[in-house]
């Protein structure tokens, strides 16, 4: 990280904190509905289909809140002080899960449906902001940022599930406030080396009037690819966010979990895909610097393209797993795992540099509601997932495996074959500056 700027790690940690929180508390907010209200670690005692439902809707306005937070930065405060409430939303949002009663698990819910929206889009904006126009380094600060983000995501589910499970729910919660508390002192202590990035960007008016410029050619035109690749995040994401429903689910019914005599709780299994994000972040970013060196194409929209295909074979792995436990009644653990390795390379291919490209094309003074709208669309593709996950019930695991692993191969081909269009819409905002390529 040496090589990066210094407001880096400090946006490294934050966000490292507040996704510990999220997908904490994301790990037990399902089994915390779902159990009994009577029982030694109480719930809510909510059905299966009514905690999903719950689940759903609230991985999607955690990411569609990402608009208002968007514009919130842009227009008023900027993104460093959106990502300060941000944060302190979360904070107080997981404080009042951790106590108990209806009316404060709604207004938790609440809390942390605005705090995120305000944070993410907004933090993942500021590293763009670190680095100059053209700057080679970008991509790589990205990839390390999003290594902060495993890093909080591969350890959260064990530490705040534990907690949740054994303790109870309510210090499970608690955990993940904790957590994010600590990404607030990181913040706070950090604001020294953020003194350039996240300010508020003063938009001109047109002389003698009170309008704002409008946009260029160039600049519609970098909006119009823009929303074409929200389309692939969409794709993406609607595939990839099976790993928290049909695939756990399956993992927990047909996958032969037992290792050396231990059968491995199924929840463990979630922090998978983040560990191998922590291990092939940097080889698979290097990979993509070799190819650029050897003047092949690296294009941020080829390499999404590329990723939405590898992410879409790991769906094959399960087609496998499905046949076999069709024939058998079980399926090997080996399936599962080289499943969430090939979705990831394909998550590293595409996931980070979908940020960067978007801190590269969007107009200064819409930088923050764009990356908000980037964020929207994942969370339209978190609730495809559960759309598509659901189909299962009735077409069947593989049939569902095996079309997620065609639908998103044929939608890889097409964008390569439309890859030269699309790339003269971005008008060479990827390509570098002299002083950059030097
Ligand atoms: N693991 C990523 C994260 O939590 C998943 C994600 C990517 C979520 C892009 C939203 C947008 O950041």
Do not use: C
């Not at 005692?45 to 937070?69: H, N």
């Not at 929303?227 to 429903?245: K, M, P, R, T």
Request: net charge positive; aromatic share 14%; hydrophobic share 50%.
């Amino acid at each position: 990280m040496k090589d990066h700027p210094k407001g880096l790690p400090i946006l490294f940690f934050t966000e490292m904190w507040e996704r510990f929180s999220y997908y904490g508390m994301r790990a037990i907010l399902v089994l915390y509905v779902t159990e009994q209200t009577i029982s030694a670690n109480p719930g809510l005692g909510w059905s299966k289909a009514d905690a999903l439902s719950l689940y759903g809707w609230y991985t999607m306005f955690v990411y569609v809140m990402s608009i208002p937070g968007g514009i919130l930065a842009d227009k008023w405060l900027g993104q460093k002080k959106t990502v300060l409430l941000g944060g302190i939303l979360i904070a107080a949002g997981e404080l009042l899960l951790a106590m108990q009663g209806l009316t404060f698990f709604y207004s938790g819910l609440t809390l942390l449906v605005l705090g995120v929206g305000a944070l993410k889009p907004n933090i993942s904006t500021m590293v763009g902001g670190l680095y100059k126009q053209g700057d080679p380094m970008r991509d790589k600060g990205f990839t390390i940022f999003y290594i902060g983000i495993n890093i909080g995501a591969a350890t959260s589910p064990l530490l705040v599930g534990y907690v949740g499970e054994v303790y109870g729910w309510h210090y499970g919660f608690l955990l993940a406030g904790i957590g994010m508390i600590l990404g607030l002192f990181v913040y706070m202590w950090g604001q020294k080396f953020l003194k350039d990035v996240g300010n508020v960007v003063t938009v001109k008016k047109v002389e003698g009037t009170n309008k704002h410029v409008p946009l260029t050619r160039e600049e519609k035109d970098r909006i119009i690819v823009m929303l074409i690749s929200f389309l692939i995040v969409i794709v993406f994401w609607g595939a990839y966010e099976q790993a928290g429903g049909l695939m756990n689910l399956y993992t927990k019914e047909k996958i032969n979990r037992v290792v050396l005599g231990w059968e491995i709780p199924t929840s463990m299994f979630q922090s998978v895909p983040a560990f191998f994000v922590i291990l092939l972040g940097v080889p698979v970013a290097n990979y993509w610097v070799k190819r650029y060196k050897m003047g092949k194409e690296t294009s941020s929209l080829f390499k999404m393209a590329v990723g939405t295909m590898v992410m879409g074979t790991g769906f094959f792995m399960m087609t496998a797993a499905a046949w076999q436990a069709e024939e058998t009644g079980q399926a090997m653990l080996i399936w599962l795992i080289l499943s969430y390795l090939l979705q990831v390379i394909g998550e590293l291919s595409a996931s980070p540099v979908a940020l960067s490209f978007i801190t590269k094309l969007a107009p200064a003074r819409y930088a923050s509601i764009m990356m908000g709208i980037y964020f929207a669309a994942t969370g339209l593709g978190n609730k495809l997932a559960g759309m598509v996950g659901a189909l299962a019930e009735n077409a069947g695991e593989f049939e569902v495996f095996t079309g997620i692993f065609l639908f998103t191969t044929l939608f890889g081909v097409l964008l390569l074959l439309m890859l030269k269009p699309l790339k003269r819409l971005t008008h060479g905002a990827e390509e570098l500056t002299p002083e950059s390529a030097a």
